[in-house]
Structure formats: C-alpha cells, structure tokens
C-alpha cells in the first residue's frame, strides 16, 4: 500500500496542503480531517503536483470542501495538479467548480 505525505504550511489568508503519493480510500482520511479543519476558517490550496493517483473518494473530498467553504465565504485551490489528478478533475463533470492555478501567484484573495 502506497502512503499519503500531506505537509502544511499556514500562511495569512491560507492554508498550504502539499499531497505526496496516492488519494484513495485507504489514504483520504488524514486529508479529508485537515480539509474538514482548515475550511472552517479559511482558505485551502492543495499542491497535487506530486499525486500520482487520486480516486472518487478523494474527490469527494475537494468537493465537500468546496461546497463547505462557499458556506463560510473560503475557497479550495488546486495548486498545479498532475495529468492524472487533472484527469480524474475533468471526468466528473463539475471541473468548472475546482479553482485551479498553475502558481501561487495565481491565487486571488
């Protein structure tokens, strides 16, 4: 089994969530408990440039985090995904929900 490697880093008006590895049901949980966290009080941005594999569950996960932080008036970046994370984004059908940005400089807060 393939582990998830998820560093924080707390800024300002965010927080930086850098994910290593895998996103699925074995692993999402550790990731949903710092979304589900984070979200309540401000912005996320999630680096999934080093994600090799993401599944439903892991997007689950964004798109609970997304609806929760509309609620509180925060959003969910998604920091330069990978081909297979920016796949799995476009195959849902609501890619037009999911703020993602190729740079931090890209964030708009």
């Known amino acids: ?24 049901f074995q692993t999402y949980t550790e990731f949903h408990k710092r979304v589900y966290t984070h979200i309540a009080t401000t912005n996320i941005v999630v680096d999934f440039s080093k ?28 920091l330069n995904p990978s081909d297979i994370v920016r796949l799995a984004v476009e195959s849902t059908g609501f890619a037009d929900l999911f703020s993602i940005i190729k ?3 890209d964030i708009d807060l």
């Open 51 to 78: 994600v090799n594999n993401i599944s439903s569950i892991g997007l689950g996960v964004l798109l609970y985090g997304i609806e929760e932080g509309q609620k509180r008036g925060n959003r969910i970046y998604l």
């Open 1 to 24: 089994m393939e582990k998830l490697r998820i560093l924080e880093q707390k800024h300002d008006s965010f927080v930086l969530l850098e994910l290593v590895g895998i996103v699925d």
């Open 103 to 105: 740079s931090m400089k």
